[in-house]
């Protein structure tokens, strides 16, 4: 499923901060997925729909490089893989062995494949870095993924550092890591996520003029007046 070109260029405005609040306020406090780093220091932010992939413990009869050629490999997962998506990946926090490589990564962008979170590792790293793509995880190791992990499916719930993450859930990546908005709230979230972010950018602007922060973040009665008055204006 393709994210609407609307719902992804207004997210694409909003941070991880202000979406965690958002969904805080309505009682979701696991939505920020653990060692999601940018791998790359100043990269762009990512939305798009989830796609996701699993890996579990390595199994020594499984995990064998004839597995890369197998009906369920992660190469047949990227060919399913289609253009927007985030691919989200389960490596159960495993940081020894590197889940993608450069080659891998390298077909998703052809595949215009948006970016990918991952609470596990990559590998080659330079090579990973040169082809372009968006990737936040934990860092890099050498070893291929079979040397501790087997790869079991796509486009089933995993989780990802330590939160639930379903098919065509929408993901939102920036500086401070990946969080993931259920696909039955997106639109409620995204209403209130921009105003949320217009809310604060009016208070950073108070802020600049020299406010005080008692009754004005949160905003009491009269600073919410005086927005509502800033953005009638606005309008």
């Known amino acids: 499923m393709t994210l609407d070109s609307h719902v992804a260029e207004a997210l694409s405005g909003v941070s991880t901060a202000t979406l965690t609040t958002v969904l805080l306020k309505r009682g979701l406090r696991n939505i920020w997925m653990r060692g999601t780093a940018p791998l790359r220091p ?12 699993r890996f579990v413990p390595a199994r020594e009869d499984l995990a064998t490089p004839a597995s890369w050629s197998a009906p369920k490999s992660t190469r047949t997962a990227i060919e399913a893989m289609p253009a927007g998506c985030i691919a989200v990946v389960d490596a159960m926090g495993f940081a020894d062995a590197g889940i993608f490589g450069d080659i891998l990564c390298a077909r998703m962008v052809r595949r215009g ?7 596990g590792v990559v590998r080659d790293l330079a090579g990973v870095l040169a082809t372009g793509l968006v990737v936040w995880c934990r860092g890099a190791a050498a070893p ?8 079991v499916d796509w486009q089933q719930p995993i989780g990802c550092g330590g939160v639930a993450v379903f098919p065509d859930d929408v993901v939102v990546a920036d500086g401070d890591g990946a969080v993931v908005i259920p696909q039955a709230l997106v639109d409620a979230v995204l209403a209130e996520s921009v105003e949320q972010e217009r809310l604060e950018g009016w208070i950073m602007g108070e802020v600049a003029r020299g406010a005080a922060l008692p009754g004005l973040y949160p ?5 919410k007046a005086r927005y509502e008055a800033w953005a009638k204006g606005q309008k």
């Open 219 to 223: 905003p009491n009665a009269e600073a």
């Open 113 to 119: 494949v948006a970016g990918l979170v991952t609470d």
């Open 42 to 53: 100043g990269q762009p932010r990512r939305v798009g729909r989830a796609f996701t992939l």
């Open 144 to 151: 291929p993924a079979v040397a501790g992990l087997t790869f």
